[in-house]
């Protein structure tokens, strides 16, 4: 009878421990990849997500404050901008939640992926990008372009700045 409760004892911590993933939500910060990516040639996206707050709560659960970034590049003004998404992942259940409540997305720690908006991002690396570049928003390459009034970006008729042909080659 002994042999049998420690046998049975034995399973369960084997199952107990084998069930702890490699990961915690603490490590989910750094540099991601996405391999489903359609970019044109000379277009770049990388990918990160930067922890802003590790012990808060939201919605009354125990939470950490993310911003997911992505970074891009302009060859025009030669330069990186970055577009930042306010999130949290929940450390119960991993869930990750816009501001705004819903559920977007969930974080794997058995490897360290994410899944948010339904694609799937692979930890790549604890790279992150620095504090002062990421102020560089789409906004702010959005100014740049239309006070640079360059002629790719022009109306044919009026030579004035097209605000719809800047959008689209910023939010690809």
């Known amino acids: 009878m002994k042999k049998i409760l420690l046998l049975l ?18 490590d989910i910060q750094g540099q991601y990849t996405n391999t489903k990516d359609n970019l044109k ?4 996206k990388e990918y990160f997500i930067d922890v802003i707050d590790k012990d808060t709560y939201f919605f009354n659960d125990p939470s950490m404050e993310l911003n997911f970034i992505i970074k ?4 025009d003004l030669n330069k990186d901008y970055y577009e930042l998404k306010h999130v949290y992942v929940n450390k ?11 559920v977007i997305g969930k974080f794997n720690p058995d ?3 994410v899944l948010f908006n339904d694609v799937n991002y692979t930890y790549k690396d604890k790279t992150i990008p620095n504090p002062e570049d990421t102020k560089y928003t789409m906004d702010t390459l959005f100014s740049n372009l239309m006070d640079a009034n360059l002629p ?8 004035l700045p097209n605000s719809i042909l800047i959008r689209q ?3 690809y």
């Open 9 to 26: 004892v034995t399973i369960l911590l084997i199952c107990c421990i084998s069930g702890c993933g490699n990961k915690s939500v603490e």
């Open 41 to 44: 040639d000379g277009q770049i």
């Open 72 to 75: 891009r590049h302009n060859d």
């Open 92 to 102: 119960k259940t991993f869930e990750i939640k816009s501001n705004m409540g819903a």
């Open 111 to 113: 490897n360290g992926d």
């Open 152 to 159: 790719k970006y022009q109306h044919s008729y009026s030579h």
């Open 169 to 171: 080659t910023i939010y």
